[in-house]
């Protein structure tokens, strides 16, 4: 009697034979992709069994079309080594005769090296210094010398800045921001403490997932209040005082904390795992041996939450621990990419085409970057690189297409393969968006990303596949298929053009210090900020605030646009309520919305 076959390969046969039974019908096939790799029982976290069957129903199809693995490769499966979390391995501070451990008091930040460090403590402010060309000077460092010292700083930014200032220091304002400062100007170890004015005031930094890198090359840990008082008590000052010194904005001088030394240990344990690229191509069969840029790359992540233990779920409290399924996110792409594969393996080719499924997507973009770094062919033979990062819930038959300047052909190129599709374009110019087309731009590669709004689902146990638009999935699929041929197509190459972010983009997670649970809708250009959706039972839910809503002003600041809004961002205070005025169906009205802290 044979073995049952596992679990995984049963499912894989499963979809396998529904793909048969579907030959026929596009929108069909496209919807038994989604189904089966949104229905995994373990979710599809990097590194685990959901991943891995995930990974091996996407060998199958491709296989089924006869793609063949990328030069030097034996296997379409490409593994990549990453940092799986980190856990505070047992950290303390003592100074004098009194000693700090436990998290309540102390614990190492998961950027942190592990190491013990004694010496002499530098206040340093809020540890932030703005690189030359920001059109202001600020330098917590200036007059210090903390060469071989143990810098304390502030978290975040000065809390009552004015909004201009404010905005831009927020962007520099992230942990290894701040690590990178101490570390370069010689000081041996960095520590952390939220001021009695700032969120999450004095509490530790919780030990958070921090996978896109190890250590910053110093030991780091964040103190409590407690601990902060007892090593500002010799020197007579308070950090109430100090840091309302320095929240206007304007430069307050560090200082060295008189007779205080100190002994750090920081302690952190990372887990190494491992991850999986798929990555095909279909061999040009018309090749030209003139081409400058004979590949062409098309991708999306496969990846997603598993059950959202790392920290980036917005699950509410009721849905904490279930499966998220991440049909939108990404399972929609990752289907686009196979409908776009079996098209083009039916057509004549005068370009080499990738297909890559990236794992790793939502901890750091780390599958495409190790794909980057280790490419197997070289960058600059790249003409193209498409990527396509929630496409299954299209509204209104907008499609959004980000990253359109990196290459002067991309307008015209989209204007010809739209006449037959019909879309209503959303052309954006930013290519700097928190997806794996941002690895192959930093590669120097013409990207395009292709997006279809968010939704009050995002990274939610409830993004379903039942809740998929399978035909402008399809829709969107033979778009992206005549995209490509026009690209093969070329004798000329794709001139990759680079884009400097704006001065009014987004500032980066790690600076981000407040939580609204607003969702914008990206898909439409409206004056003022238009809400795709709210998060259940999230500040703006509890405000009174809907899907549709456009939000024109906050605290008196007129918000014209989704960077308005961000800016907005910086200058709320957790727990405090704001003034939010916004059109519902054309009529205005206002509203109290109380932000929370981002922890």
Known sequence: ???????????????????????????SRIRAHVVA????????????????????????????????????????????????????????IALGGRAFAGRTDVQALSLSDSGTIAGPVVFAGYGIVLPDGQGAGYDSYA????????????????????????????????????????RTRGAKALLVVSGPNSPNAGEPIPMSLDT????????????????????????????????????????VAGFDLRDTSVTLSASVVREQQTGN??????????????????????????????????????????EAGRVHHGADDNASGSAAVLAIAEALAREPRRRNIAFAFWSGEELGLLGSAAFVANPAFPMDRV?????FDMVGRMRDNKLVVQATATSAAWPGILERANVAAGFDLVLQ????????????????????NFFTGAHADYHRPTDTADKINYEDLDRVAAFATAIVKRIAA????????KVEPRAGDRASRAGVRIFTGTIPDYTTESKGLLLGGVVGGGPADRAGLQKGDVIVEIGGQTIANIYDYTYALDAMKADQPIKVVYLRSGERRETMLTPAARK
Not at 293 to 303: F, K, L, T
Not at 490 to 497: K, S, Y
């Open 429 to 448: 110019d930013d290519p700097h968006q928190p997806t794996d087309s941002a690895s192959f731009n930093q590669a120097g590669v013409a990207t395009l």
């Open 277 to 318: 690229n798929i990555l095909a191509y279909l061999p040009a069969t018309q090749p030209s041996p003139g081409l400058a840029q004979p590949w062409i790359v098309v991708g999306a992540h496969y990846d997603h939450l598993g059950h959202g233990q790392a920290g980036n779920s917005l699950a509410g409290k009721d």
């Open 143 to 182: 007059s210090l010398d903390v060469k071989d010292k143990i810098v304390l700083v502030l978290r975040y930014a000065p809390e009552a800045a004015d909004p201009q200032t404010k905005h831009l220091l927020a962007r520099y304002s992230g942990l290894r921001y701040k690590a990178l400062a101490a």
């Open 490 to 497: 070329r004798d000329e190459p794709m001139t990759f053009v």
């Open 212 to 251: 896109a890198l190890s250590g910053s090359g110093i030991v780091a840990a964040s103190i409590s209040a407690r601990v902060a008082e007892a090593l500002l008590a010799p020197s007579g000052r308070a950090l109430s005082d100090m840091q309302r010194a320095l929240d206007s904005g304007k430069h």
């Open 1 to 27: 009697m044979n073995a049952p076959l596992p679990i995984i390969a049963c499912a894989a046969l499963l979809a396998l034979a529904q793909l048969d039974a579907y030959a026929q019908d596009p929108v």
């Open 383 to 387: 003409a193209a690189y498409l990527n």
């Open 37 to 92: 790799l949104a229905a995994d029982t373990e979710g599809r976290m990097t590194g685990s069994a959901g991943e891995r069957r995930a990974a091996d129903y996407i060998g199958a199809q491709l296989r089924r079309i006869g793609a063949q693995a990328l030069p030097g490769q034996g296997d379409y499966r490409v593994p990549f080594q990453f940092t799986a979390g980190a856990r505070d391995g047992g950290s303390s």
